[in-house]
T-cell receptor
Framework: TQLLEQSPQFLSIQEGENLTVYCNSS?????LQWYRQEPGEGPVLLVTVVTGGEVKKLKRLTFQFGDARKDSSLHITAAQPGDTGLYLCLTNFGNEKLTFGTGTRLTIIP | DTEVTQTPKHLVMGMTNKKSLKCEQH?????MYWYKQKAKKPPELMFV???????INESVPSRFSPECPNSSLLNLHLHALQPEDSALYLC?????????????????FGPGTRLTVL
């Protein structure tokens, strides 16, 4: 079974703090996407990473794809209340198996 | 327009009812997806349609029956559901779905239908 584990499962921090969310697997994946889901809505794509070691920045969000292509991280600088939501990683492990990670529920306290 | 619409927003049904969930997109996407999301859990893939043909069925019970009448519409027909089928059902679309290829296309999700089975 190919699993995508995310950590932490829950995170509640003050506005202005920094945080990192992790997505790990024991299997190699060819590419990975990060989505954010807000209450009452469907997930929205944040980024796609495809190259081992790749780093992508999206304003205050920095995404990294591990060299071994088994892990990825999302770092948020100076978190804001609008960053609150469920963060999900997604891959297909290079086969048909579209799999979401276990999710990280982030709450930013004003 | 990057919108995926789903109707109804909420649905309550009994175990003997037959109902349908509808999903529509007008982005010219040729891949459409159904996901099931239980409370506090990530979405789980149910079905993938590629060019209006069923491409992936993740061993979903036959009480769920998908249908893709044309490239813009995706239905999910429900019959004899169980209370444990209560969940948020999400529809998504993407430009294409290449089985076994790297995941690069953006999936655009609708807001979901919250289903309660009594």
């Amino acid at each position: 079974t190919q699993l995508l584990e995310q950590s932490p499962q829950f995170l509640s921090i003050q506005e202005g703090e920094n945080l990192t969310v992790y997505c790990n697997s024991s299997s190699v994946f060819s590419s990975l996407q990060w989505y954010r889901q807000e209450p009452g809505e469907g997930p929205v794509l944040l980024v796609t990473v495809v190259t081992g070691g790749e780093v992508k920045k999206l304003k205050r969000l920095t995404f990294q794809f591990g060299d071994a292509r088994k892990d990825s991280s999302l770092h948020i600088t100076a978190a804001q209340p609008g960053d609150t939501g469920l963060y999900l990683c997604l891959t297909n492990f290079g086969n048909e198996k579209l799999t979401f990670g276990t999710g990280t529920r982030l709450t930013i306290i004003p | 327009d990057t919108e995926v619409t789903q109707t109804p927003k909420h649905l309550v049904m009994g175990m003997t009812n037959k109902k349908s969930l509808k999903c529509e997109q007008h982005m010219g996407h040729r891949a459409m997806y159904w996901y099931k999301q239980k409370a506090k859990k990530p979405p789980e893939l149910m079905f993938v349609y590629s060019y209006e043909k069923l491409s992936i069925n993740e061993s979903v019970p036959s009480r769920f029956s998908p249908e893709c009448p044309n490239s813009s519409l995706l239905n999910l027909h429900l019959h004899a559901l169980q209370p444990e089928d209560s969940a948020l059902y999400l529809c998504a679309s993407s430009q294409a779905h290449i089985a076994g290829g790297p995941l690069t296309d953006t999936q655009y999700f609708g807001p979901g239908t919250r289903l309660t089975v009594l």
